[in-house]
């Protein structure tokens, strides 16, 4: 019976999480009109760092660790890299096809599996992935160039970004299992933020108007979508089948997608439909083969 509460209440604290993430990407779309991608980066991060150690603090976990010296290339794949070009892909493009493309993640996972952990894709698997590039096909409609095309690129990038940080996690779990996940998150922030620093400093950039909106997009990202965010992940993660878990984690771009057709009127055309369709059933498909053949 108490197993049960838990799942449940997994379940909704994984529900929130896809409102909160889908939502943002409306959120950060809206708090580039007030600052410069780089200003954004480093703000959404370098806090959202602190106030994740501040909730190890408030949860009693270990802040230092030895191990913190060696997450600073996971800091450049998940946050440099990732944030940094899911950022500039808001500024060139909209917000609804910049989410689906960063969230090709799970596929760029699925292939790079292959050398680096060893884990070869099945038949079915790869009939998915297959599902998923004529989707990335489709949303680029390379027979009709348009302006957003550099602005999906980078959104691919992003994914390939996250992944390859995916890959890294595995890694770095298999070597130090003890390693709490919370505090690799909060460190691995702490060290991607520095290369954003930089280019803040480096990159000359228009002062931030810091606006209601502004101040409020910031605080959305530091509290909601790091803080609370990472805590409602690992509590989903402890609780739910990973399978599940990825699964319902689909609901972030759809979310995303969803609040950018309605809010910044970001209405998709044919192909651009057709194309994110094939991209979440090829995504929804790769993730359940995956979850089969872990069962057995």
Partial sequence: MQNQKK????????????????YNWVVMKQALEFSSPVQLAFLRNFFGALCLF????????????????????????????????????????????????????????????????????????????MICFLGIVFIFDPLHPHSNTFSMILAIL????????????KKINLKYP?????????????????????????????PVIWSNYFVGAIIFNIIFANALGWVLWLFALKHLRAGLVSMLALLTPIIGSISAWVELSEVPNSFEKI??????????????????????
């Fill in 7 to 22: 799942t449940i209440k997994a379940f909704l604290a994984l529900l929130l999480l896809t409102f909160i993430w889908g």
């Fill in 54 to 129: 501040l909730v190890l603090a408030l949860l009693r976990k270990p802040i230092f660790i030895k191990e913190a010296p060696k997450l600073i290339c996971l800091g450049i794949l998940q946050t440099t890299g990732f944030t940094g070009f899911l950022i500039w892909a808001l500024v060139e493009g909209g917000a609804g096809k910049t989410a689906i493309l960063t969230f090709t993640m799970p596929l760029w996972v699925a292939i790079m599996a292959w050398p680096f952990l060893k884990e070869k894709l099945s038949q079915l698997q790869w009939l998915s992935v």
């Fill in 158 to 169: 992003s994914g390939l970004s996250w992944a390859s940080a995916v890959i890294l996690v």
């Fill in 178 to 206: 003890k390693l709490d996940l919370l505090t690799m998150t909060a460190w691995q922030m702490l060290w991607g933020s520095i290369p954003i620093l930089i280019a803040y400093l480096v990159v000359y950039s228009e």
């Fill in 275 to 296: 194309g994110i369709a094939l991209i979440l059933i090829g995504l929804m498909t790769l993730i359940f083969f995956q979850s089969k053949r872990q069962q057995t």
